[in-house]
């Protein structure tokens, strides 16, 4: 049985900078094991915020080879950074997670750099659970910069969008050829748009057509920035950063307040869903009586649920 203080012990690690504390805070706070709640207490009021960059697209677009060139850049002005490499796929996500790791290889000797992986598989309720703690966890410890990679698909990907102050969103030449309801969900998340892989042919066309697309559905006050980049040769990083930076200065305080007002919002949601999702698994063991009953078809599930409740 650990002692009482063990959760202010921990985060206190976490604060100093021991990244191995900070390993172990992320993994009980993912497996939701005994004393996430209080960990979630304490590294709450130790979390600094910081401003989260989410580096999103579809897969093989260049996310994990840009990040990297940023994290270089980054340490390159002496600012430490995390990233958070997230992967909504299912189950064939090993190998992109394997690929984000061996991108981003260079740095696992940089105590400034710290770097996590996730997959949805085998997360309690899902990534939109797990992600926002992980991210509080990053603050606690007191990064500079924290970096979100995401890859672009589906419910998931918008939602760990929303824990971003800057999304990049990455593209390659020709992806104006795509179908056109993919491209509306990336083109509203996105607060720069990279085409990466400019080495190939199309460049110029992406370009100009994701402009147009952009002129017509955007919030008139920031009409987001496009940069083009060869992020395997390390080029155009500085734009990209540039970009970004200009986008934090955009928000200012207010904007970035605004922002984690609403997350906070969300998360209390999200919070309480899952109390009761647990207290649902408790009432249910307990139960055993009613839940044969209703196994057996000799009561209905509804009235079953009600009694259980009340
Ligand atoms: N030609 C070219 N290849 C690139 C560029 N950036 C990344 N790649 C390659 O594209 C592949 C996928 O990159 P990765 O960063 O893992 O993409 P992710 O799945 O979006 O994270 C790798 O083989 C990279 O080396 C680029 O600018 N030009
Ligand atoms: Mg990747």
Known sequence: VPPPNAPRDLIDAVTGGDRRALARLLSSLEDQ??????LLTAAFAAAVPAHR?????????????????????????????????????????????????????????DEGVFVRSMASRGHLGGLSLAAPKALLALE???????????????????????????VVVVLTPGWGDGVQAAKAGILEIGDVFVVNKADRSGVAE?????RAMLALGHDASWLPPIVTTTASEEQGIAEVWGAVTAHREHLGPEGLEARRRRRRLAELEIAVVDAFRRRAAVLLAERGDLVASVEAGDVDPWSAARAMVE
């Open 33 to 38: 094991r005994d004393g996430a709640d209080a």
């Open 53 to 109: 960059v989410g580096v999103t697209g579809a897969p093989g677009t260049g996310k994990s080879t840009l990040t990297d060139g940023l994290v270089a850049a980054l340490r390159r002005a002496g600012r430490s950074v995390a990233v958070l490499a997230v992967d909504p796929t299912s189950p064939f996500s090993g190998g992109a997670i394997l690929g984000d790791r061996v991108r981003m290889q260079r740095h696992v000797l």
């Open 140 to 166: 606690a410890a007191g990064f500079d910069e924290i970096l979100v990679e995401t890859v672009g698909v589906g419910q998931d990907e918008v939602e760990i969008a929303a824990q971003a102050d800057t």
């Open 206 to 210: 992406t370009v100009s057509d994701l």
